[in-house]
């Protein structure tokens, strides 16, 4: 590591297809390219969003894409019928999946069910914990959470000071796919609002983190807003402009003769 917290230029050498941007992290012009040469049958893969907000559509897509199939994934839940991860179910490429939310996803449910797809179902806060350990280099870690459930089964089970906590480990995936707002030229990253959920833990608790961003800026980012340091980012990718979807809309009929709200420190 260099001492401006960069990797040496000799880890990024530019490759075919890819801008060169140094000292930077290789920026790619789709995901597709983005993820040349990541992939491969039976590895895990670390994913962040939460439902439909925040996935990294395009680099799942490009995952499907690819063919590669007896995937682990870890991912907070897998989408939904169609969209989000909920397309790599229903390409069959994944064998079995870490996550806390069976969700609105049928097909997971169904499979899961049927005993066709291995799922690990992991308290969404132990989820997060244990991507936050991968990307620390802490192996594992003890919580008072799913002792005396299924949860804690065939783990080790501790007492401190009076009670008991089980044994968990830390999360480290060969790959993370990303979504984030703004990226600068170092792969610094920032998140808007929920979007942000679980995708900074994720970023962390690769081997190989791969982001796609919003916005891809030519100047670095003002240090106090950066989110993920761009030391845990290896290659980036514009995120294709698309609708983004809600997993579910609830809204509530506008009452007769409302208007905007009254401004502070006026009467209603």
Do not use: W
């Amino acid at each position: 590591m260099t001492t401006d917290g960069t990797r040496p230029a000799g880890d990024r050498a530019p490759a075919p297809g890819t801008t060169p941007r140094a000292p930077g992290v290789r920026r790619h012009p789709d995901a597709a390219t983005a993820l040349d040469g990541l992939l491969r049958d039976g590895m895990t893969i670390a994913v962040g969003g939460f439902g439909l907000c925040g996935i990294p559509s395009d680099l799942i897509e490009a995952v499907r894409d690819s063919g590669v199939r007896g995937l682990t994934v870890v991912s907070n839940n897998m989408g939904v019928d169609g969209k989000g991860l909920g397309l790599l179910l229903e390409s069959d490429q994944v064998d079995k999946v870490l996550s806390s939310y069976v969700g609105e996803n049928k097909l997971f449910a169904q499979r899961y069910l049927d005993g066709d797809l291995e799922v690990e179902f992991v308290p969404q806060g132990t989820l997060a914990e244990r991507l936050r350990a991968g990307g620390a280099g802490i192996p594992a870690f003890y919580t008072a959470t799913g002792v005396g459930t299924p949860v804690a089964e065939g783990k080790p089970v501790e007492e401190f000071d009076g009670r008991r906590y089980v044994l968990e480990r830390g999360i480290v995936a060969d790959l993370a796919l990303v979504h984030a707002h703004r990226a600068d030229p170092y792969g610094n990253l920032t998140y808007r609002f929920t979007a942000r959920n679980f995708n900074p833990l994720v970023a962390t608790a690769g081997r190989v983190t791969v982001v796609e961003a919003e916005i891809l800026l030519d100047e670095p980012l003002d240090p106090d807003v950066v989110v993920t340091p761009g030391i845990f980012v290896d290659r980036l990718v514009p995120a294709r402009p698309r609708v983004k979807d809600i997993e579910q809309r609830t809204v509530r009929p506008r009452a007769v003769g409302v208007g905007a709200p009254t401004p502070a420190g006026k009467d209603a």
